[in-house]
Structure formats: C-alpha cells, structure tokens
C-alpha cells in the first residue's frame, strides 16, 4: 500500500523484551508492515547499519553514559525521527538499569544507565515491562492515522495518544512514592499486584489486596509506575473507548 509511514527499531541498553513483545503481534504485525508501515531499521529484524530517517523510533531500553557510541545513536535518533517512542519501563524511567553500579565482567566501565529522555526530547512513552503486544499494535497504528487519516481519524488518535504523550513530558523517573500519590491515594488502584511482581528488589508487598512499600528498599527504577495500568490512565478518555476500538479494529480487520 502507497503512503505507509516508516518505523524503525532502535535498541539501546535492555534485555530485548521490549522487542519480544513488538515481534508477538503475530499477524498484527504482518498486518502493519503490509498496510500501514516500512520497518526501515531493526538490529534484529532488518539488514540496516545506520539509523536512517523515519516517522518514527520505537526505542528500547536506556543509555549507558560510559558508551560513547549510544549516546551518539541516541542523538541520531532524535535527528532522525520525526516521533520518538520510549518503548518500555527502561526507556521510559531507567527500570532495572537503575540498579547498575558497573563491574560486570565484559565491560566493567558501564557503570551508568540513563532513561532516553535524559539525553534528548522524548514524544510518546509506552510503560510497561514490556509493553504488551497490543498496546504497541495500537500506538504504531493511532501514529499512523495521526500523520495519514482523516480529520476524524486525527482526532480520534491525537485523543488516544494523549496520555502516553503527557507522560513524556512528565518526570524521567519514578517510584512507589509516586504510585501512591497518583493512584493508591486516588482510589484508582485495583489490587492487581503488577507493581509487586514487577519491582526488581522485592520492596514492594501485597497487605490485605493492596500493595505496601518500603522505602528505605526502593531504588526509584520505575519498575512498578511503568508496570502499573492505572498510572496514566486518562478518565476524559474512557468516553471515547468505543470509537477509538472500533478505529483500531477496522484499520486491522482483513480486507
């Protein structure tokens, strides 16, 4: 199809999950690289050296300070593409990579992880650890009829990146401090304990079906706001859940 956007891949500092999960979308991503998308750059998935120009970065992982050679992909990047996505809780608010203090055995020197958005100017953030298939499915998709659909169709997916776009505007890190003001205390959290299973020094405990942190264990990697599905949930936007499910079924239904 004439008039696809083109995305590309770009791997950072991570465990590749972020990856797993684009690569999981089964026949949605079939569906994208035949309707709507090129995938101009990928380590893994596309036979490119240099990171090329493109509609948008999926970007995965954080950034060694000590690796002169990310910190310079990263600024290409930013160059490059006219969106930026910080795919996953590494990119977003540095996760595990927080807990790095350097003296691994192959490159003892990388001492020092930084989210994306230290370094340069982040458009959209999909948390999570990792993304789910789905929820990457429906921003390469909404980004796509942003910069290609209808007016209706702009409206529609400008709405439905709202929040992602929000919060990369918001702070570069996180923790449970920041989980309870924005949503335990909002009575938004609903006990699905993701926080807990996702904090990578067991700081965090489930008491009577809601999670208790303890803060003197917190190493403010993000892990568990990036987990958590009610941290940047947007109540204006559950009103349009219809249309904007119905746009995203029909872009993806088989023709």
């Known amino acids: 199809m004439a008039n696809k956007i083109t995305v590309g891949h770009v791997h950072m500092s991570g465990c590749t999950g972020c990856l797993v999960s684009l690569a999981d979308t089964y026949e949605g991503l ?12 990928g380590l893994t998935l596309a036979d490119v050296r240099k990171i090329p120009e493109m509609d948008i970065a999926l970007v995965e992982g954080g950034v060694c300070l000590q690796d002169h050679e990310s910190v310079e992909d990263i600024k290409t990047t930013r160059q490059k593409a006219k ?9 977003s608010y540095g996760n ?8 691994q055995q192959n490159q003892p020197q990388h001492e020092s992880y930084v989210p994306i958005g230290e370094l340069i100017d982040v458009d ?79 700081a965090i405990t489930m008491e009577f079906g809601k999670p208790n942190g303890q803060r003197d264990l917190c190493i403010k990697c993000g892990a568990c ?29 088989t023709k």
């Open 225 to 253: 706001y990036a987990q958590c599905p009610r941290s940047f949930l947007d109540a204006a936007l559950l009103e349009q859940y219809e249309p904007i499910t119905e746009l995203i079924q029909g872009a993806m239904a």
């Open 96 to 103: 595990i990579l927080r807990f790095a203090r350097g003296g």
């Open 124 to 202: 959209v953030m999909i948390p999570g650890c990792a993304p789910t298939p789905q929820q990457i499915r429906n921003v390469v998709v909404m980004a796509y009829l942003l910069l290609k659909g209808t007016d209706d169709q702009k409206a529609l997916a400008a709405k439905y990146l709202k929040p992602m776009m929000d919060l990369a505007k918001g702070s570069k890190e996180a923790c449970f401090c920041d989980l309870m003001y924005d949503v335990i205390n909002q009575g938004l959290c609903m006990g699905c304990g993701s926080c807990a299973a996702a904090c990578p020094v067991r």
């Open 30 to 41: 079939f569906k994208i690289l035949d309707d709507y998308a090129d995938l101009v750059y």
């Open 83 to 91: 969106i930026v996505v910080a795919l996953g809780g590494c990119a």
